[in-house]
């Protein structure tokens, strides 16, 4: 995580995607920019929640970790979108670990400062109110999707999701197989399905298994088989 000392470049943001209205004059000077790498952790799961963060940039992936250490991805996310919103208002410690998939910006906000200046701000909670209606709506889907669906459909969609930015473009074509129980866990299989699952697609010429990557061959062919993508 690195903080941008750009206040040109936040506001840039703000403009695009019109939320300069939602922070009052208070709160404005409160707010950061900050980049995290791909791969890189924004919050985990039970750790103490303190800041309000602002996906502009990027995709995040969402996830929840049992007592036992399984992992389910609940949901990839894209601008615009709030992370730490739920957890500010009910005071609670983060509910789920959320992870950059790519080179990820987000403008931060302590609590305090929402707390001192924006508790009685209408067009903040309007606003907060929105995203999360929204992502409770989601969250309903994707855990129903996630058990209904075809292992295919879930790995397909998984791929998808992990190899494709906000603007829909692919940015990497690889997974590094070391991965793969993870990535079993994170969609709900076992490993040894998922490698069934994995040949399956290699046959039909979606993807190839080589030198501990899994390849991406035919993207427009894996959009297809996932019908539509259902964790986001």
Not at 18 to 32: A, D, R, V
Not at 78 to 86: A, V, W
Not at 111 to 123: Q, V
Request: hydrophobic share 40%.
């Amino acid at each position: 995580m690195k903080e941008i000392k750009d206040r040109e470049l936040l506001y840039h943001y703000l403009h695009v995607y019109q939320i300069q209205s939602i922070f009052n004059e208070q709160l404005l000077p409160h707010l950061s920019l900050y980049s995290f790498d791909q791969g890189e952790l924004i919050c985990s799961q039970g750790e103490p929640s303190q800041y309000l963060y602002v996906l502009v940039k990027g995709k995040v992936k969402v996830f929840t970790t049992s007592p036992d250490g399984k992992a389910l991805i609940l949901s990839f996310k894209t601008p615009l979108e709030l992370i730490g919103d739920i957890e500010y208002i009910r005071g609670t410690n983060i509910m789920n670990t959320v992870e950059a998939v790519s080179p990820v910006c987000m403008i931060r906000i302590h609590y305090n400062w929402l707390k001192k200046y924006g508790k009685d701000y209408s067009p903040f909670l309007q606003f907060l109110l929105e995203i999360i209606t929204q992502k409770f709506y989601v969250k309903s889907n994707s855990l129903s999707f996630n058990l209904l669906h075809p292992a295919e459909v879930r790995l397909a969609s998984y791929l998808i999701s992990v190899s494709i930015d906000e603007s829909n473009s692919l940015f990497q074509d690889k997974l590094n197989a070391d991965s793969l129980i993870d990535v079993a866990n994170l969609i709900g299989i076992s490993y040894r399905h998922l490698n069934r699952v994995i040949q399956k697609l290699c046959t039909e010429g979606l993807i190839e298994r080589n030198k501990g990557f899994i390849l991406i061959k035919n993207l427009e062919g894996l959009r297809a088989l996932a019908g539509y993508n259902i964790y986001e």
